[in-house]
């Protein structure tokens, strides 16, 4: 499957911005679809995921509360939709694509977008 990610952008702290993930060439009929991050220097960082079996929605502890993954089926698309950003939210987004058992990890993950880059100032 290929992804796409999009709506990455340079915003303030406290604002928003919602990305959003397309798989281009077929539907995710995967265990999950992710969201991490990383920052230059960093190790990627699982931010969040949704299981499809029953639908079940997963959050790292810094973005419970401020952001918020959602999918729309019918365009084969997952949001993250991200509020009250932060200077240390920082970081190329990518999304990933898993048939492994483990949302968490991303070694575990069979496919990934090019990322977008979301920047935050202070």
């Known amino acids: 499957v290929q992804l796409h990610e999009s709506g990455g952008g340079l915003v303030q702290a406290g604002e928003s911005l919602r990305l959003s993930c397309t798989a281009s060439?077929?539907?995710?009929?995967?265990?999950?679809v992710g969201w991490f991050r990383q920052a230059p220097g960093k190790e990627r960082e699982f931010v969040a995921a949704i299981v499809w079996s029953g639908t079940r929605l997963y959050y790292a502890d810094s973005a419970k509360g401020r952001f918020t993954i959602s999918s729309d089926n019918a365009k084969d698309t997952v949001y993250l939709e991200m509020k009250n950003l932060r200077p240390e939210d920082t970081a190329t987004y990518y999304c990933?694509?898993?048939?492994?058992?483990?949302?968490?990890?991303?070694?575990?993950?069979?496919?990934w977008g090019q990322g977008t880059q979301v920047t935050v100032s202070s």
């Open positions: 990933g694509d898993t048939s492994g058992g483990s949302y968490y990890d991303p070694s575990l993950y069979d496919y």
């Open positions: 060439d077929r539907t995710f009929d995967s265990y999950a």
